[in-house]
C-alpha cells in the first residue's frame, strides 16, 4: 500500500449530506474485476448529464457544469471537503477506490459512515472527521480563494487551512502506523498465527459444530 | 461489575487479540461471497501467493448480476447478455474451483441472494461471526450472530487469515414494546425505527433490536429488520436467540446435528443480553404507533406513514435537512403532490435480500389474490430470494396468483434492488420496492424509489398508488 505522511493539495468542496456510496460510484461500474480505472466514473450521475456505461469513453459526455468538479478552479483537487455521513450505504470497496484513482487522498467531514471509513484506510485514502464547525471553516476559506491549498499532516494529526488555521484530528493508532509505513494488513496479522490457531483450538474444544467439513 | 451484552458477549467469545488501541483481531466463523466484491479479493492472495486459511468457512453464490428471466437463466452462465457481467461470475465460479470454496453456482437450486441462502442452509448459526463484502450482511444478526458487510480488502483478510481487525462498537439498545397491528410488517418495523433516529444515528452502534413487538416476529421478520440495520447506520443489528431461532435452525442442511445440536442448543441459550446489561443508547417505540410505512425521498430515512402527508423542505428548521428535502423533492418529481397516494406508480419490485423470503412472498400473494394489477403500471415483478424459496412457493402455488393477478415471476437474484442486471427502473419512473435503498440512481438512472412492506407493494400494484394495505384489504 501507497503510504500516507502529509499532504499538501487543492481543496474541493461537496457541499451535500448524506453522500452515500452509489452516488461515489453507481452500480454499473462495479462489474469491474480490477481495483483501478474507476476514477473516470467517481460521481458520475453527478458529474455527467448522461447515464454512464462501463467501458466508455468520458471525454465526450456531457457534464453537469455547477457540479464542482467539473469547475476549472477545482482541477487537480486532491482533498475532498465533505459533509455529514460520508459514504454511507453499500460496502462497496470500489468507492475509496473511486476516490483514489481520480487523485484525492484525503477526505474532510464532520462524519463517516463505518465501513466506508475502514474501507478507505487500506487504500491509502485518509478519512478525517473534524468538528462541523471547522469544517464549515474550510468551506468558507476554500470558496474565498481559487487555488488554495489544505495541508494534512498524519504525524502531528493536523489539517491546516489556506489561512494557516490549524485543525487537530484523531486516528486509532493502529491505523495510522499501517497507514504512515504503507503496510499490508494481512501480513501482519499472519505474524500471529500463533495467536489465532491457538484461539481455533480451544474454540474447536467449545464449540465444535463450527469446524465441520462442508462437503459440495 | 454490569452483565454482559448480546453484542458483548459475541465479541469475547471471537477475541483473538487485544491491542493496546482498542483495535482487536476478531475470529470469523463464516465468510459468505459474491461475485461482485470478490473477485479483486482472490486476485489479491494470488499475487501474495497466499491460500485461504480455512476453506470450510466459506460459502459462495452469484446474485448482484444474475438474470431473472427464465430465457436467460436456462443455459446458465451462459445466458447472461452482458459479456461484463457474465465475466464476472464465471470469474467466482473459477476462483471457487481454484481455491476449493463452496459454491452455489447459476445451475444449482440453493443457488440465491447471500443473505437468503445462508441462513435457509443453516450455514449462518447463532452464536457466530458472520462476515461477507456486501452491507446487508447485517441480515444474520436475527440469529444472535455477530454479522457485518466488510469491504473487498477485508475479505482477502478474511480468506487469508480467518480473522479481522475491529474496534468494539458501542452498544444500543432499540425496543419496541406492544403488539404490531394487523398487516404492519417487520419492514414497517425497521422503516420506523430508522424514521425515528435517522441514516447516522446507529452509525458506531451495534443496535440489539428487543421488546415484545421483535420477539413478535418469525425469523424472516427478524431478519427483515436486522437486514436494514446499515441503513440506519449500524453495521451491525442483533436479535436475541430464542425459541423461535432454534426452531428455524433446526434440521436445515448445515445445522448441527446429533450430539452437536444438544451441545450447541445449551450453548445458545446464553446468547441473550444479561438482564443487568448497560447499553450506552437505549430507545424505545410503542408498536401500536407503527402504520405502515413509505419512503417519499431519497434517502431511508425519508419515511412517513401512509396516512401522513409529504414533509417540504420549507417546513424544515435545520438547514442541511431544508437543502436535503429540496434536493429529494426535485429527484423525486414531488412538485404539486401533497400525499403518497397523489403519485402515480410505473413499476413495483417484490424481492431483494431484505423482503424475498416465503413468508414475504405468502404475504404479497394474499393481498393480489383475485385481484389484477392496475393497468397503469409499465411492470410488476417477484423475484424469489433463492432456488429454494422459489420451489416452496411454486408448492404453494403462489406463482400462479402473482402470474393470475399480473405480475411477472422471476428466477431468483438481487434484481431489482441495485439493477445491477437487466432489470431496472427507467428515468422518472416511480417504483414500490420491498427492497432497502431509495438512494438516487440506485434502481436506474434517473429512477424513483420508494421503499416499503411486501403488502404494501402487493396493494400498491392492484391499486397503482400507495394506499393503507389495512383498508385496501377490506375492499
Known sequence: MRPFTKHTGLAAPLDLANVDTDMIIPKQFLKSIKRTGFGKNLFDELRYEDEGQPDQECDGRPIRKDFVLNQDRYKGASVLLARQNFGCGSSREHAPWALDDYGFRAIIAPSFADIFYNNCFKNGLLPIVLQAEEVDQLFAEVALREGAQVIVDLEKQTVTSPSGATFEFNVDNFRKHCLLNGLDDIGLTLQQDSAIRRYEEKRMNDAPWLFLPRGQ | MSGKTLYDKLWDSHLVQQRDDGSALIYIDLQLLHEVTSPQAFEGLRLAGRKPWRVSSSLATPDHNVPTTKKERISGVDGIADPVSKIQVTTLDDNCN?????????????????????????????????????????????????????????????????????????????????????????????????????????????IEFGGTGIQSLSMEGRMTVCNMAIEAGARVGLIAVDATTIEYVKGRPYAPKGEHWKMA???????????????????????????????????????????????????????????????????????????????????????????????????????????????????????????????????????????????????????????????????????????????????????????????????????????????????
Open chain 2, 98 to 206: 481454484e481455491f476449493g470454496i463452496t459454491e452455489f453456482n447459476m445451475k444449482d437450486i440453493r443457488q440465491g441472494i447471500v443473505h437468503v441462502v445462508g441462513p435457509e442452509q443453516g450455514a449462518t448459526l447463532p452464536g457466530m461471526t458472520v462476515v461477507c463484502g456486501d452491507s446487508h450482511t447485517s441480515t444474520h444478526g436475527a440469529f444472535g450472530a455477530l454479522a457485518h458487510g466488510i469491504g473487498t480488502s477485508e475479505v482477502e483478510h478474511v480468506l487469508a487469515t480467518q480473522c479481522l481487525v475491529q474496534k468494539k462498537s458501542r452498544n444500543m439498545l432499540v425496543r419496541v414494546d406492544g403488539e404490531l397491528s394487523l398487516w404492519v410488517s417487520a419492514k414497517d418495523v425497521v422503516l420506523a425505527i430508522i424514521g425515528a433516529i435517522g441514516t447516522a444515528g446507529g452509525t458506531g452502534y451495534a
Open chain 2, 265 to 475: 442448543v445449551e450453548a445458545w441459550k446464553d446468547l441473550v443480553s444479561d438482564k443487568d446489561a448497560q447499553f450506552d443508547e437505549v430507545v424505545v417505540i410503542k408498536a401500536e404507533d407503527i402504520k405502515p410505512q413509505v419512503t417519499w425521498g431519497t434517502s431511508p430515512e425519508m419515511v412517513i406513514a401512509i396516512d401522513e402527508p409529504i414533509p417540504r423542505a420549507e417546513d424544515q428548521k435545520d438547514p442541511v435537512k431544508k437543502e436535503g428535502y429540496a434536493r429529494a423533492w426535485k429527484y423525486m418529481g414531488l412538485e404539486g403532490k401533497s400525499m403518497l397516494s397523489d403519485i402515480v406508480l410505473d413499476r413495483v419490485f417484490i424481492g431483494s435480500c431484505t423482503n424475498s423470503r416465503i413468508e414475504d412472498l405468502r404475504i404479497a400473494a394474499q393481498v393480489v389474490k383475485g385481484r389484477k394489477v392496475a393497468s397503469t403500471l409499465k411492470q410488476a415483478i417477484v423475484v424469489p430470494g433463492s432456488g429454494l424459496v422459489k420451489a416452496q412457493a411454486e408448492k404453494e402455488g403462489l406463482h400462479e396468483i402473482f402470474e393470475a393477478a399480473g405480475l411477472e415471476w422471476r428466477e431468483p437474484g438481487c434484481s431489482m434492488c441495485l439493477a445491477m442486471n437487466a432489470d431496472k427502473l427507467g428515468s422518472g419512473e416511480h417504483c414500490a420496492s420491498t427492497s432497502n435503498r431509495n438512494f438516487e440512481g440506485r434502481q436506474g438512472f434517473g429512477g424513483r424509489t420508494h421503499l416499503v412492506s411486501p403488502a404494501m407493494a402487493a396493494a400498491a400494484a392492484i391499486a397503482g398508488h400507495f394506499v393503507d394495505v389495512n383498508e385496501f384489504v377490506k375492499h
